[in-house]
């Protein structure tokens, strides 16, 4: 940005005088606070023409209060059609590009949701298997074996569980 860079280009001079300015008004204080009135001054009378309320904000305000404010009520900016039209047409291409993107997360959660359905089906289907083959091999001893002698077995089954288990709590109360 330097005039000297390239001597035949007049627009560098100004745009080197115009940043030399801005530097010499915001890097001091007072200088910097001025600017900032006339900037939010300017911007409320931007608002009223609009018809919209801007915030007022206190000198106390942070200063990414102040940083925002630039953006939140920058003017309007002046292109020309052509500009516009390219604009207009990024714009298109960024919306179309979010909603392929939209599109492609639902299809593939569509896909997912099916397989997860799919595995669920099969491991409950499994073991209903199980559950219904031990169902039907006590059946099958009961029957074999009489009311009474199966009772006897299944009790003696669930003594062995329940020492089993307390094992299992007493290591597990142990390890702690």
Request: aromatic content about 10%; some cysteine.
């Amino acid at each position: 940005l330097h005039p000297d860079s390239d001597p035949s280009n007049p627009g560098l001079h100004a745009q080197f005088v115009a940043l030399s300015e801005a530097y010499r008004v915001l890097s001091r204080e007072t200088s910097r606070r001025e600017y900032d009135t006339q900037l939010r001054a300017r911007h409320r009378h931007w608002d009223r023409q609009t018809h919209t309320a801007a915030p007022h904000y206190s000198s106390e305000s942070s200063e990414h209060v102040r940083y925002s404010e630039q953006f939140r009520y920058a003017p309007p900016q002046d292109l020309s059609p052509d500009q516009l039209e390219r604009k207009r047409k990024r714009n298109l291409r960024l919306v179309g590009y979010c909603m392929l993107a939209m599109i492609g997360s639902i299809v593939a959660h569509y896909f997912g949701f099916r397989k997860l359905e799919e595995m669920h089906n099969s491991f409950m289907e499994e073991k209903d298997r199980a559950i219904t083959e031990i169902y039907n091999t006590s059946k099958e001893r009961a029957r074999v074996n009489g009311f009474q002698k199966q009772t006897a077995i299944l009790r003696q089954k669930h003594a062995e569980f329940v020492e089993k288990y307390q094992r299992r709590e007493e290591r597990g109360t142990d390890d702690k």
